[in-house]
């Protein structure tokens, strides 16, 4: 499913315009892009938790020329799915 196929769904299931839906769609992005970008954790009851977890610098090597480097320290998104999400998946 890509967000065409969401949108349609959520226009669907909620009886919105299609234009609707896709801002819906967009408005909940959003804002859990910026609740990450701030450091917060987004909690979703039933579905799950979005998170921001650090990754710390490291030496890495080069696989063609086996040179080592380094890696940045980074924040990565993290996702864990809810007990309703994963009982529906099972």
């Known amino acids: ?3 065409n196929d969401l949108v349609s769904a959520v226009a669907d299931s909620t009886g919105m315009s ?7 769609v967009d408005g909940v992005v959003d804002s ?8 917060e954790e987004v ?5 799950g938790t979005f998170s921001v977890s650090h990754r710390k610098a490291t030496t890495g090597r080069n696989p063609r ?3 080592a480097i380094q890696i940045a320290a980074t924040n990565v998104p993290k ?3 809810g007990k309703a999400l994963k009982a ?3």
């Open 18 to 24: 299609k234009s609707d839906a896709a801002k819906a």
């Open 65 to 67: 020329t086996g040179e």
């Open 79 to 81: 996702f864990k799915s």
């Open 88 to 90: 529906a998946v099972n």
């Open 1 to 3: 499913m890509n967000k």
């Open 43 to 47: 909690r979703l009851v039933g579905f």
């Open 32 to 39: 859990v892009t910026a609740a990450l970008k701030k450091g």
